[in-house]
């Protein structure tokens, strides 16, 4: 596994000077702990629907699921009732797509939960980089349809410390022998876990930034 500066190197080599500027700066944690839920609860609808699905017709929709959705209020949503589902079903405002429409109330379920922990901000954005795979766990295992790249995507978007497991950082990490296809196993994430946490000790950056070099150095 190479040191992150010869990574980093590469990536500049295709990129140019103007590298560091592409590069994102996550929110501060006390941003993150003052997130309103509602917005956690939005980012996660978003990035459910547009998995499979043509980003850009779900971002020109977005009003209208804002709308729909009531603001994405957990409260509110996490007391969907029939009728009110029976109602966005046939809601021209949105993709009209069941299954992903139950995940919002059960992820407002998931995040109303987190209220007695401190709250949604408190602790998925004060989730430990250094186990951010424990943080995906949480959000497969608690959350719906948030495993994979969703819940990826949702954290990345909320303004978290986050990997993304796309193509390229995936061809990067199997180039420099972290794993040997694209992870999904307890053992393989634990892999691509342990080698972020060695490239932030050798540079001093977060997941995202590295997840961003390691991408644009293919």
């Known amino acids: ?26 929110l501060s944690t006390e941003a993150l702990a003052n997130t309103p839920e509602d917005r956690w609860l939005a980012t996660m609808t978003k990035s459910i629907f547009q998995a499979g699905f043509n980003w850009k017709v779900i971002e020109a929709k977005w009003d209208g699921f804002e709308e729909a959705f009531h603001g994405f ?6 007391m969907m009732d029939d009728e009110w589902f029976d109602e966005l079903i046939s809601d021209r405002r949105i993709v009209r797509n ?27 954005g004060g989730w430990d980089s250094r186990d951010y795979i ?17 819940g ?28 040997d296809k694209p992870a999904g196993s307890k053992s393989s994430m634990k ?4 080698a ?7 540079s001093g950056r977060g997941l995202t930034q590295i997840s ?4 644009m150095s293919i």
């Not at 959000?139 to 994979?148: T, W």
């Not at 961003?212 to 991408?215: G, I, P, S």
């Open 134 to 150: 424990g943080l995906l766990d949480l959000l497969k295992k608690d959350g719906a349809r948030l495993g994979a790249m969703s």
């Open 73 to 78: 209020d957990v409260g509110r949503c996490a």
């Open 1 to 26: 596994m190479r040191h992150f500066d010869e990574i980093y190197a590469i990536a500049k080599d295709l990129h140019g000077d103007g590298l560091q500027e592409r590069l994102s700066t996550p």
């Open 196 to 202: 972020f946490n060695t490239w932030m000790d050798q």
């Open 152 to 179: 990826q995507y949702s954290m990345r978007f909320c303004g978290r410390d986050a990997f993304i497991l796309s193509r390229d950082v995936t061809a990067r990490l199997i180039a420099e022998g972290v794993i």
């Open 98 to 124: 069941g299954t992903k429409i139950q995940t919002v109330r059960d992820n407002a379920v998931f995040l109303h939960g987190l209220r007695s922990q401190g709250g949604a901000g408190f602790v998925l």
């Open 191 to 194: 892999a691509v876990q342990a």
């Open 212 to 215: 961003q070099v390691l991408a």
